[in-house]
């Protein structure tokens, strides 16, 4: 009994160390560096928006975000994921957990919208978005507090591109590439100053 007393005060003990524990796998740089391909692929849509189609700009932020995901695995969580310390293994299967529904609800759901509603591929950017910052939202208690000021920004790109989805290249461009670079921005420098130094 005593055995198993002490084992179950460990185990609370291990949680509220890692509930107390901020994750540090999402690097400012990480979060900088993703921001400047949003503004890359929007400023690229602008300037090229004449001779684009509105199709093939919905593909290429498509693609953009598989690659995100992809870098966010193999940079983020992989290297968290194999840690030597137990505490930043915990943090990042928990934040892991957190994400991939979302991403998981993002990719299903634009595979449904464009085979059986393609009218209504417009909406999909105020999905997105959504996602997105629900995401940041259920991640929050093991990133910084100040996180939420992202997540709320992101449900504000999502309402306003629900009340005016994108119908042209320009209006994509414009309104996803204020969303994942001044979002992914303003993450970056709240990580930045709100980890200690011995944590970046």
Avoid at 68 to 86: G, H
Avoid at 100 to 108: C, E, T, Y
């Amino acid at each position: 009994m005593d055995l198993e007393s002490a084992l179950e005060s460990l185990q609370e003990i291990r949680h509220q160390l890692t509930r107390s524990v901020t994750f540090t796998g999402y690097r400012p740089g990480f979060l900088a560096g993703v921001a400047g391909l949003a503004a890359i692929l929007a400023a690229g849509q602008l300037a090229w928006h004449a001779s684009m189609s509105v199709a093939a700009a919905y593909a290429q932020w498509m693609v953009l975000a598989s690659l995100i995901v992809l870098l966010t695995v193999a940079l983020v969580f992989v290297p968290s994921l194999r840690s030597r310390y137990a505490v930043i293994r915990s943090l990042a299967r928990g934040v892991a957990l957190q994400f991939a529904p979302f991403a998981v609800v993002g990719a299903v759901g634009t595979i449904i919208t464009y085979r059986l509603a393609p009218h209504l591929v417009p909406y999909l950017p105020a999905g997105w978005c959504a996602a997105f910052g629900l995401s940041i939202f259920a991640m929050q208690p093991y990133l910084p507090r100040l996180v939420s000021l992202s997540g709320a920004w992101y449900l504000f790109v999502s309402t306003a591109l629900a009340i005016w989805p994108p119908r042209q290249v320009t209006a994509l461009a414009l309104g996803m590439g204020l969303a994942f670079a001044v979002g992914h921005l303003v993450t970056a420098a709240i990580m930045r100053f709100a980890l200690s130094d011995t944590e970046r």
